[in-house]
Each structure stands twice: as structure tokens, then as C-alpha cells.
């Protein structure tokens, strides 16, 4: 809080690591079927022993079309209709929420800018049901303009404020400076390019790392002027439900 009452960012995503032990005999395999189901909105990967299921993209490059969905904005889901509605309701109404949201897409509309044009979105943001989650999303359309690839656009897009924060330089210098850990390939881009330089990308975000028995785990969380820390805690431990149910 110190850094954005001081000036140095607006937003800051900070995360958390969770470790565990494998329990013997697990198959990953297993693990990312069984997320797969669990989690059927997300993209499911399992990368040389990072795997997780993310609900959001960075981005899809597909013969000259760019998507995108940006998230920035939780809420935990209640426990029946009536609250599991007031949860939305309160995420959609949150200007905190609406804040953080804000930065990170228009940290994306920015970075797209050198490459796309036509660029699209609506004007305020969808809530997105997940089962462990009410998210803030917008979808983002644009046609390719600088015949650049999936690569290319990775490249200028990540970190998005979703998941480093705003101003992007002084949020990675804050990152460094407060969070005691390395986070790997948490966070960053995992999906797939084509030949042609089409591809699909998401953020690795709901994931762990399997190193033989050992697990990490990682869950953020966006900070703007108005968070209450311990909120920001309690909405990683909610991330780190899929993996942390999967993986037992
Ligand atoms: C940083 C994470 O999630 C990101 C941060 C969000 C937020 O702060 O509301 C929401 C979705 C993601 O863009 C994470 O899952 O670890």
C-alpha cells in the first residue's frame, strides 16, 4: 500500500506460493482430466510439470482475427442463488473492482495498438461464473494490421496489468522488491503457435509447478488504493482451489 499511497503504481499484483508434497502414485494425467472437467470454461494445460486450468486469454491470433478476455476483479461465489447473485451484483457495482479492471485492460488495448486495428470492446465489463469464482472480464476483437505472430504479440503484450500491474516497469520493480519468491512460469504466457505464426495463449494463472514429489502452487491478487489486505489474501486462497483440489 505503501508503493501506490506513495505514487510509485496504481496497481500491483502480488502473489503467493503454496507448497505440498505429491501424494504417491499421483498420474498428472489424471489431474488435468480431472480439471478439465471441473473446470470446462478455462484453458487446461500441462507443461513440463506446470499444469492448471486458466480463465483467461492473452491472446487467440487466428488467420488475421485477434480475441482476447481480460480479467482483473474476484469475488468469491456464495454459497446459494440468492447470495451467489448478490456476489456478482456486488463485484459488477465495485468501483475498487472496476479500478483494477480498468488498468489491466487498458494495459492490453495499449500494447495491441502497434498491431491491431478495428480493435473492439464493450464498454463495461461481463461477470464471468467460474465455480470457484466471480471474475470482471471484457472481451477484446481486433483484425491484425503488422502480419505480426502469436509470438510477436506476446511479447509486446505480456505482463499485462492483470497480472503485474500499472505503470508495468515500477509494478515488476515493486513485484521484485515484495514478493520473496521466484514466480517461474506463473503468470506467463502458455498455449500453442502454429507455423503460420497463428496461435493460442493464455495466462498461466490457477497452475502449480510439479517438480517429482514436490508442489507449488501460486495464486495473486491485483492491489489498488482502496483493497483491504486481508480480502486480497482470502481471494488467493479461492484461486488456489483448482489446484489445490486436483492435486489432493
Ligand atoms: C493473478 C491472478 O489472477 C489475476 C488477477 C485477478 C484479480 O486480481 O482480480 C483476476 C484475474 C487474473 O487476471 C491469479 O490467479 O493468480
Redesign the pocket.
Known amino acids: 500500500m505503501v508503493a501506490i499511497e506513495g505514487g510509485e503504481v496504481s496497481k500491483v ?1 502480488l ?1 503467493r506460493p503454496l507448497d505440498a508434497e505429491l501424494p504417491e502414485g499421483t498420474d498428472l494425467r489424471v489431474i488435468a482430466r480431472d480439471l478439465a472437467f471441473g473446470y470446462p470454461d478455462t484453458f487446461t494445460f500441462a507443461v513440463d510439470g506446470l499444469i492448471g486450468s ?3 486469454t492473452l491472446i487467440r491470433s487466428e488467420g488475421g482475427e485477434l480475441t482476447a478476455r ?5 469475488m468469491g461465489r456464495g454459497t446459494d442463488a440468492r447470495s451467489d447473485a448478490e456476489a456478482a451484483l456486488a463485484l459488477a457495482t465495485s468501483q475498487k ?1 472496476l479500478d ?2 480498468a488498468f ?1 485492460l487498458r494495459s492490453l488495448l495499449l500494447s495491441l495498438e502497434a498491431h491491431a486495428g478495428d480493435v473492439m470492446t464493450a464498454e463495461t465489463p461481463f461477470t464471468l461464473k467460474l465455480p470457484n ?1 466471480w ?2 472480464a471484457t472481451d477484446v476483437r481486433g483484425h491484425l494490421t503488422d502480419g505480426a505472430s502469436s509470438l510477436d504479440l506476446i511479447d509486446s503484450l505480456h505482463p ?1 496489468a ?2 503485474a500491474g500499472t505503470p508495468t516497469a515500477d509494478a515488476l520493480r515493486v513485484i521484485r522488491r515484495l514478493e520473496p519468491f521466484d514466480r517461474g512460469r ?2 506467463g504466457p502458455v498455449g500453442w503457435v502454429g507455423a503460420d505464426g497463428d496461435g493460442e495463449w493464455a ?1 498461466a ?2 497452475c502449480a509447478q510439479v517438480t517429482g514429489s514436490r508442489v507449488r502452487a ?6 489498488v488504493a482502496d483493497s483491504v489486505p486481508e480480502r ?1 489474501v482470502a ?2 486462497t479461492m ?1 488456489f482451489m483448482p489446484v489445490a483440489d486436483a492435486l489432493g
Not at 481480460?70 to 474476484?74: D, E, H, R
Not at 501460486?218 to 492491489?223: L, V
Open positions: 499484483v502473489a486458466s480463465p483467461e481480460v480479467l482483473a476483479g474476484s473492482d483494477e479492471h489491466a469464482l471474475h470482471l499485462t492483470a497480472v506463473y503468470a495466462i494463472l490457477r501460486f495464486a495473486g491478487a491485483g492491489i486480497e481471494e488467493t484461486k
